[in-house]
T-cell receptor
Framework: SQQGEEDPQALSIQEGENATMNCSYK?????LQWYRQNSGRGLVHLIL?????REKHSGRLRVTLDTSKKSSSLLITASRAADTASYFC???????????FGEGTQLTVNP | DTGVSQDPRHKITKRGQNVTFRCDPI?????LYWYRQTLGQGPEFLTY????????KSRLLSDRFSAERPKGSFSTLEIQRTEQGDSAMYLC?????????????FGQGTRLTVV
């Protein structure tokens, strides 16, 4: 299975600003998922976008998917210090058997 | 059922000892995954089960690692003759089979320190 590659590796912003993280992948997918991980904890699912969707919202999260460019972005609006975490994308291949993860984006939101 | 649980949360062991971790998945899920994660890296796939069958095993998993899922319920991951390089967070996750557009639920992990 392929893994997503997140960009940037690290992002530091002020509280209230928006944070944008990008993900690129290589093959055809059924869907793409975004996860969040607080330091020393397990991953928590944030949002799933299907291959036939272009944009999806959940609270302060907005995810886009461009299958022609094989890329996705995660936007967190009006960030809070509590959003500080690592964010991972996980593309699910059409013939996939399990999720694989890249190195993630480490987001730091400064109060 | 409140989620995926892992036990223990922390384990310190001496090099050369064997360790065993347990994962209790969400009861309705027939998929169970094991990942390993070191500091600053993403989770690295180790193996997964569908029900009691181990369907895939990473080439990264040496012969010292073995996983079981008897009766398709909880799973155990055993590391024999531990080495310092085995120090990591071991994560378990469960889900319905992929392709159904469902998410994976992760446990809080077992942090292993080999001294």
């Amino acid at each position: 299975s392929q893994q997503g590659e997140e960009d940037p590796q690290a992002l530091s912003i002020q509280e209230g600003e928006n944070a944008t993280m990008n993900c690129s992948y290589k093959t055809s997918i059924n869907n793409l998922q975004w996860y969040r991980q607080n330091s020393g904890r397990g991953l928590v699912h944030l949002i799933l976008i299907r291959s036939n969707e272009r944009e999806k919202h959940s609270g302060r999260l907005r995810v886009t998917l461009d299958t022609s460019k094989k890329s996705s972005s995660l936007l967190i609006t009006a960030s809070r210090a509590a959003d500080t975490a690592s964010y991972f994308c996980a593309p699910e291949e059409t013939r996939g058997s399990r999720l694989t993860f890249g190195e993630g984006t480490q987001l730091t939101v400064n109060p | 059922d409140t989620g995926v649980s892992q036990d223990p949360r922390h384990k310190i062991t001496k090099r050369g000892q064997n360790v065993t971790f347990r994962c209790d998945p969400i009861s309705e899920h027939n998929r169970l995954y094991w990942y390993r994660q070191t500091l600053g890296q993403g989770p690295e796939f180790l193996t997964y089960f569908q029900n009691e069958a181990q369907l895939e095993k990473s080439r990264l998993l040496s012969d010292r690692f073995s996983a079981e899922r008897p009766k398709g319920s909880f799973s155990t991951l055993e590391i024999q003759r531990t080495e310092q390089g085995d120090s990591a967070m071991y994560l378990c996750a469960s889900s319905f089979p992929l392709g159904q557009g469902t998410e994976a639920f992760f446990g809080q992990g077992t942090r292993l320190t080999v001294v």
